[in-house]
């Protein structure tokens, strides 16, 4: 079992650019939550995917988008990207039939 | 959601017993304690998830008193590995898992040689 997997793993972009995350959850898990985590605090929540519809969404405004896939997979996508985006973005993939959330590696964004 | 409270750090040396405790005040009936760590550029990791009295894993103890407004988790014999940041977190995440994980600012364990 691969787990959840993010990629890439590292990224650099412009300000005002445009970017795409991906994430493959562990098998068996159909809900998709993104987080935003800044260097020393904790992860922000971004929103959540289920049956391909976004669930819930947390405070962020909305340049930052996302998508759900037939097969679970999901992207996040932040428009007009701003310095204060630089962050590491998590992925955590669940299943209703469990309460135990599990987090991919993340994609570690820096915006210059 | 039940706002947490927990110390910013900690520090401890290899082989001793570990305990974070962390204050939630204003927990509702239906809230479940939850607790993760984090390690350097990694996810967050699930260590173990309580509601009242006493869990324990092959990974910690989570001791939540008859009051439920604070818990703590113990971490038996820590060695090095254990460096990490770990994040107390309170939500009715058992009926909705995964959902919207609000974390803090977490306890950064250092442990020592």
């Known amino acids: 079992d691969a787990g959840v997997t993010q990629s890439p793993t590292h990224l650099i972009k412009t300000r005002g650019q445009q970017v795409t995350l991906r994430c493959s959850p562990k098998?068996?898990?159909?809900?998709v939550s993104w987080y935003q985590q800044a260097l020393g605090q904790g992860p922000q929540f971004i929103f959540q995917?289920?049956?391909?519809?976004?669930?819930q969404r947390g405070n962020f405004p909305d340049r930052f988008s996302g998508h759900q896939f037939p097969n679970y997979s999901s992207e996040l996508n932040v428009n007009a990207l701003l310095l204060g985006d630089s962050a590491l973005y998590l992925c955590a993939s669940s299943s209703g039939s469990n309460t135990e959330a599990f987090f991919g590696q993340g994609t570690r964004l820096t915006v210059v | 959601l039940a706002k947490t409270t927990q110390p910013i750090s900690m520090d401890s040396y290899e082989g001793q017993e570990v305990n974070i405790t962390c204050s939630h005040n204003n927990i509702a009936t239906n809230d479940y304690i939850t607790w993760y760590q984090q390690f350097p550029s990694q996810g967050p990791r699930f260590i173990i998830q309580g509601y009242k009295t006493k869990v324990t894993n092959e990974v910690a103890s989570l001791f939540i008193p008859a009051d439920r407004k604070s818990s703590t988790l113990s971490l038996p014999r820590v060695s090095l590995s254990d460096t990490a940041v770990y994040y107390c977190?309170?939500?009715?995440?058992?009926?909705?898992?995964?959902?919207?994980?609000?974390f803090g600012g977490g306890t950064r364990l250092m442990v020592k040689p």
């Open positions: 098998s068996g898990h159909d809900t």
């Open positions: 977190l309170v939500g009715d995440y058992r009926n909705n898992a995964g959902n919207m994980l609000t």
């Open positions: 995917y289920y049956e391909e519809e976004e669930r």
